[in-house]
């Protein structure tokens, strides 16, 4: 069983499109988080969500938007799609908010061109 | 607000070889600290983790990684490598605590591994 999946893995678009990357968790976790890692496969937290609330956004453009339905899921919509946003998105999910380990998805490999 | 600094962006060693991958923390408050791993085409994956405790810790496939608080360090330790040990591997620390964990993960830059047959 997959416990924190992603879909699509792939996404090719052109600019100025909307796209969006959805992920789902069955591991019970109620907090799920976005990272972004670029092309120098460096990694940086973009959102966290607790049980369905934004927890924190830090410093992402507003054309990202993520929203989710439930505990166990946390899609990442972006509008406007701009070359500088081609990286791997990962979705990872925690149990609560006391700093413990993460669980990470496969990743989404978007390529805006 | 809490950083990360890995200090060998690219490692190469022979198959045999012991491995130590440095890892230096900044933060004002207590941290749980982590190694992740992500090989090629593949997510990140735990290696091992500090909470408390013994700070010598054991993870997955014979790695192993020591705290060591007066040096903010957690380096990574393997004493014999293979070649499937090719990888990138991540530092990662986490404010300990109650909302601590809201910020995510803070990561290093990460430490391209590639073990030579």
């Known amino acids: 069983d997959t416990a924190v999946s992603q879909t699509p893995k792939y996404l090719v678009t052109q600019m100025g499109n909307d796209k969006s990357i959805k992920c789902e968790q069955n591991l019970g976790h109620d907090t799920m988080y976005w990272y972004k890692q670029d092309s120098k496969k460096f990694l940086k937290i973009m959102f966290s969500?607790?049980?369905?609330?934004?927890?924190i956004n830090e410093t992402v453009p507003n054309r990202f938007s993520p929203k989710s339905p439930d505990k166990a899921h946390l899609n990442l919509h972006i509008n406007s799609l701009e070359l500088g946003d081609s990286a791997v998105y990962f979705c990872?999910?925690?149990?609560?908010?006391?700093?413990?380990?993460?669980?990470f998805g496969p990743g989404t490999r978007l390529t805006v061109t | 607000a809490q950083s990360v600094s890995q200090h060998n962006h690219h490692v190469i060693l022979s198959e045999a070889a012991s491995l130590e991958l440095g890892c230096n923390y900044s933060?004002?408050?207590?941290?749980?600290l982590f190694w992740y791993v992500q090989y090629p085409g593949q997510h990140l994956q735990l290696l091992l983790k500090y909470f408390s405790g013994d700070p010598l810790v054991k993870g997955i496939k014979g790695f192993e990684a020591e705290f060591i608080k007066s040096k903010f360090s957690f380096n990574l330790r393997k004493p014999s490598v293979q070649w499937s040990d090719t990888a990138e591997y991540f530092c990662?620390?986490?404010?300990?605590?109650?909302?601590?964990?809201?910020?995510?993960?803070?990561f290093g830059k990460g430490t391209h591994l590639i073990i030579q047959p």
């Open positions: 969500y607790n049980n369905k609330e934004l927890i």
């Open positions: 990872a999910s925690s149990q609560g908010l006391a700093g413990l380990e993460q669980y």
């Open positions: 933060y004002g408050g207590t941290v749980n």
């Open positions: 990662a620390v986490n404010a300990r605590g109650s909302g601590g964990g809201a910020d995510g993960l803070t």
